[in-house]
């Protein structure tokens, strides 16, 4: 487990039992870990500014500058090459509690994400690459700005255009390949060694017609439990992209630089480049071909491949140009597209064996006025979510990828962010419940949604169950008591939507909390306190397909861990439960400050383990018109303190 900056190691002797075996620091922030046997991949964030001054990686990632100008005093600045690194972290964990690290790699960009499978890891990270005294901008002179007259201003505009483009030229004339790929560093034993840069087959290059930035998109393959240290890298120019990859595709979903919000754009075009790589073979990574489609795509469920077909589904005109003086825009649409690789068939357009996504299908005009919120591909089939004010369920056939036609539509109260797929017939959605009207989303209900879609032409719904609020107080007649919505992970992070279908019981984290003001006696005194009180639950879901129905099967109790004897300050981490896992008859749920096993039948707690790596917050104490404060419990009164003392109050405050 992934905890704060710490790899925690817990064991499982038999299910229901969990064990705390060791932890060790991991270098940045972690986002992501992989496990192959014994091996575990971690990925971690390490920004240049956290870095200590005196590590190398700095001296790696920047160098000093002298500028100088005619009648002016030289000065130095530091130019920083990239500001973040992607560090990946092989750790050998054969030995449950003596992790040791046995490789360390780092990237130059963001972290995307990665794929560990067999040994062959393929990561995907985005690097803005700055390169120094290049211009995306035109330099005006002050004449340009004093002139009244439109002809002359236009001329300088365009001279200085000229100069701009020019002198951007002549950088880009001396520039090498080392200059703007991001660099690849490693631990070696010697210390930290770049691995060297080599063109390849990287003699030909092209963007797309219209690209404007200068980011790229880094897909490494690597053999990460092999001392063989050769790597194959491929870069693509692209803004920040959707990852989607099946068996032995990869598809890379990004916005052209002519969407909704690309300044001085007076068209309604919006739309989304794809770019599709081929991963069949464990060693490479090879680029197929590149397409485009119109609008925007939600995210990596609205990507899909499907016997070499790859389907993406997309909003148009989600939000409109607000510097358009018109009345034409009539609000978003929706798209589903199918593409396939073909030979270029314009040979002058073309060189050597390029080929190009060409649009074989598509079907239009779906929900006019909303924006797809989800999406599934499943099969033959394509599942959208659409929202406005109320939540049509759409039903596509793709069974012929040129022909896609909608079969069914259904319009259901609030919205669904994430549909899993049960069988063939049922789908199990969560989002956000109505309002009370029906219409509009009443943000603080989480809602969990079954649906038949057994009749493809009619689906209909055939359950929800509001969980929300997360807690409710007895005898509380004020709206929420103080408490703040109720909210779930689940709802944007389908890793923490565990669906367990030997036993048909849906598990999602619940969690809320609210500020208190109260009293507490402490070594007998008095103190006033105010604070936090956090809730933090798992809900686990009955989800009965056959007869079309869900109940409450009971919940997991983590609020304890953050409210120890009912003093909590705010929480920087997260209090919610993060993950979940059905082991046997148990399910085991991990949070930040703790992780527990119960038995799922009856939900009998079995273990509560405290794990390290989160910050606690701090209880600060303060005497009341005094001001005096102390983060340490023994300095509070005591039974000997003066008895006049112990009538007065202090503050407690989190």
Known sequence: MLNGNLLVIMGVPEFGELTLESNMSVQGYPMQMMLDGDRIVIASSI????LPTDDPLRELMSEEVTVSYPGEEEYSYTYTRVQNLVKYTVVDISDRTAPEVERELYIEGNYHTARLVDGTMRSVTHLWTYIEGMRTW??????????DSDEERMEIWNQSMEETIAANQAIIDDLTLDDFAPHIYEVGDDGLFQHPISSGDCDEFSASADSAGRGFTTIMTIQMMSEDSEMEVDHITSSWAHVYASQDVMVLAEPANDWWWFWRNFGWDDATNIHVFDISDPTETTYVASGRVDGTVQDQFSLSEHNGVIRVATTEDAWGRWWLETEEWTGPTNNVFTLVAME????EGCEGDSSEMVQIGHVGDIAEGERIWSARFVGDRAYLVTFRNIDPLWVIDLTDPTDPEILGELEVPGVSTYIHPVDANTLLTIGIGPGEDGLGLDWSMTQVSLFDVSDPTNPTLADSLPLSPAYEEDGCDEWGCGWSWSYSEATYEHKAFTYWAPE????VPLSTYRYTYDEVII????YTYSGYEFVSTLELIDVDAENGTL????????SEFYNEDGLSGWWAGSTSIRRSIFMGDYIYAFSAAGASVHRTDDLEPMVELDIPG?????????????????????????????????EDSATVEG
């Not at 920004?47 to 956290?50: C, K």
């Not at 048909?504 to 598990?507: E, F, H, N, R, V």
């Open 614 to 646: 989160h910050d606690q917050p701090e209880t600060y104490y303060y005497e009341e018109g005094e001001g005096d404060e102390s983060t340490d419990p023994d300095t509070s009164p005591s039974d000997g303190d003066d008895p006049k003392e112990d």
């Open 47 to 50: 920004s240049y500014w956290n």
């Open 551 to 558: 109940s409450t099967h009971g919940m997991v109790n983590h």
């Open 138 to 147: 035109v330099h005006l002179p002050q004449t340009y700005w004093e002139s």
């Open 504 to 507: 048909q019981l849906l598990a």
């Open 344 to 347: 270029c068939m314009i040979p």
């Open 523 to 526: 070594d007998g005194r008095t």
